[in-house]
């Protein structure tokens, strides 16, 4: 009887541990822009990598507002929007003192507003499907059920690397 229940308490065991999430935690983000990815990363190791889209015109650094560029470059999360026209958005601190200069050298507004964002609100039902363009204005972004994994794992503050 003893071996039994130790036998069906190790079996409970290993079916709760199986289906018990464990929260993501993330220290930093890196996005790569060729390879259409989002990397968490937690003390320089990857957590988890997300498949995205990005802006229309998605090659080259973001310079001026309205370019459809997605920017390139080191930012930060410094807010979030929970009722956002997308489902969540975390915003990043584009533009940095670089993208300013590169604006101002060249006569434009450099622009804002660029988020890490799930999908337009009444289309989340196209899931992954979203990925097959990229169709933002400059943004990254991913499904919702995506956006709601990466909104937990990172505060704001969290710093965001974007490479070409």
Known sequence: MRR???????????????????PLRAERIVIVKAKRELTLYFADAPVKTYKIALGRSPVGAKQCEGDKRTPEGTYRIDSRNPNSHYHRALHVSYPNATDIARAKKIGCNPGGDIMIHGITNGFGWLGAAHRRLDWTIGCIAVTDEEIEEIWAAVPNGTAVEIRP
């Open 4 to 22: 039994t229940l130790t036998i069906a308490a190790v079996l409970l065991a290993s079916v709760v541990s199986a289906t018990s999430k464990v």
